[in-house]
């Protein structure tokens, strides 16, 4: 449910621009077109700022470094303690992307677009190396027809950030909503979603990526959160620098003419994006040039 307080103001489609793909493709990969939340939600409570997180998600150069502790040690324990005939457990085909090497982060790629959201990924992400779910590509033809099938499941997109407020994923059929409490706490809120007529096992992976991932007793989020809290005690240190660097690919983003920017998956352009947008909020009222 979308709201704004503004009389005035572009319509909801027109400012979510790009991003609204990601929301269709969460419900298109139900093959009755349908979703719906099921359960609460997940609240983690992060000592930083709300931009902390919004930032984090799509900057792709932390992930092989910052994960090292849970996406790395998983796939060593893996490695150690299984035969090569092991079947890969789904937890590890989760875990183990975020540790892959720079060129795919690269590779991903990153889009932004007007009024400050973006994506990381778009034809590969993190999550589209999963094993397929038995029976769910079949119900999706049925539904669907082949052709239609083959162009929704080639959404590849990693995190939507739809700014500044919220986020998603398609692949995992999540939300997560981030709401502001003060200057140094910020409330992540998970919801997961069924996709309607779906085998089940999609929900359930969906809720195990949740629990993994998202929720407030998750593996690889502690990793982000000490990243965080250091960040916003270092930003907010006495003698802290008066400067951040942004200028990872500063002159290579490449604009086309509707509006959208892209960039190589490592760019800072989301983040000189977000902080552009953020001005002109802040000095024009939401009047964009
Ligand atoms: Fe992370």
């Given at each position: 449910?979308?709201?704004?307080?503004?009389?005035?103001?572009?319509?909801?489609?027109?400012?979510?621009?790009?991003?609204?793909?990601?929301?269709?493709?969460?419900?298109?990969?139900?093959?009755?077109?349908?979703?719906?939340?099921?359960?609460?939600?997940?609240?983690?409570?992060?000592?930083?700022?709300?931009?902390?997180f919004?930032?984090?998600?799509?900057?792709?150069?932390?992930?092989?470094?910052?994960?090292?502790?849970?996406?790395?040690?998983?796939?060593?324990?893996?490695?150690?303690?299984h035969?090569?005939?092991?079947?890969?457990?789904?937890?590890?085909?989760?875990?183990?992307p975020?540790?892959?090497?720079?060129?795919?982060?690269?590779?991903?790629g990153?889009?932004?677009?007007?009024?400050?959201?973006?994506?990381?990924?778009?034809?590969?992400?993190?999550?589209?190396?999963?094993?397929?779910?038995?029976?769910?590509?079949?119900?999706?033809?049925?539904?669907?027809?082949?052709?239609?099938?083959?162009?929704?499941?080639?959404?590849?997109?990693?995190?939507?950030?739809?700014?500044?407020s919220?986020?998603?994923?398609?692949?995992?059929?999540?939300?997560?909503?981030?709401?502001?409490?003060?200057v140094?706490?910020?409330?992540?809120?998970s919801?997961?979603?069924?996709?309607?007529?779906a085998?089940?096992?999609?929900?359930?992976?969906?809720?195990?990526?949740?629990?993994?991932?998202?929720?407030?007793?998750?593996?690889?989020?502690?990793?982000d959160?000490?990243?965080?809290?250091?960040?916003?005690a270092?930003?907010?240190?006495?003698?802290?620098?008066?400067?951040?660097?942004?200028?990872?690919?500063?002159?290579?983003?490449?604009?086309?003419?509707?509006?959208?920017?892209?960039?190589?998956?490592?760019?800072?352009?989301?983040?000189?994006?977000?902080?552009?947008?953020?001005?002109?909020?802040?000095?024009?009222?939401?009047?964009?040039?």
């Amino acid at each position: 449910m979308f709201a704004s307080l503004s009389a005035e103001g572009p319509p909801l489609k027109t400012w979510l621009s790009g991003a609204a793909a990601s929301i269709d493709n969460l419900v298109d990969r139900s093959p009755d077109g349908k979703i719906e939340i099921v359960g609460g939600c997940f609240r983690y409570l992060h000592d930083s700022n709300w931009k902390m997180f919004i930032e984090n998600l799509n900057d792709a150069m932390h992930p092989m470094v910052v994960h090292q502790s849970s996406s790395g040690t998983a796939k060593r324990v893996f490695q150690d303690l299984h035969k090569e005939t092991d079947a890969v457990p789904f937890e590890l085909e989760m875990l183990a992307p975020f540790t892959n090497d720079y060129g795919f982060f690269e590779k991903m790629g990153l889009t932004a677009w007007k009024y400050g959201h973006s994506v990381t990924g778009g034809k590969i992400s993190i999550h589209s190396a999963y094993s397929p779910i038995p029976g769910y590509a079949e119900m999706m033809v049925a539904a669907y027809g082949e052709e239609r099938v083959k162009q929704i499941f080639a959404v590849n997109r990693h995190n939507t950030v739809v700014y500044p407020s919220f986020t998603l994923k398609g692949a995992i059929t999540s939300v997560r909503v981030v709401k502001p409490i003060a200057v140094n706490k910020t409330v992540i809120e998970s919801w997961v979603f069924r996709q309607v007529g779906a085998p089940e096992e999609l929900f359930t992976r969906s809720i195990t990526y949740c629990n993994l991932i998202n929720s407030h007793a998750n593996l690889v989020g502690p990793d982000d959160w000490e990243a965080y809290h250091r960040v916003q005690a270092g930003l907010s240190a006495q003698d802290a620098g008066e400067w951040i660097s942004m200028h990872r690919y500063k002159g290579q983003d490449h604009a086309l003419p509707d509006g959208t920017t892209e960039s190589a998956g490592t760019s800072d352009m989301v983040f000189r994006h977000e902080y552009d947008t953020w001005k002109n909020y802040m000095l024009h009222n939401g009047v964009f040039p």
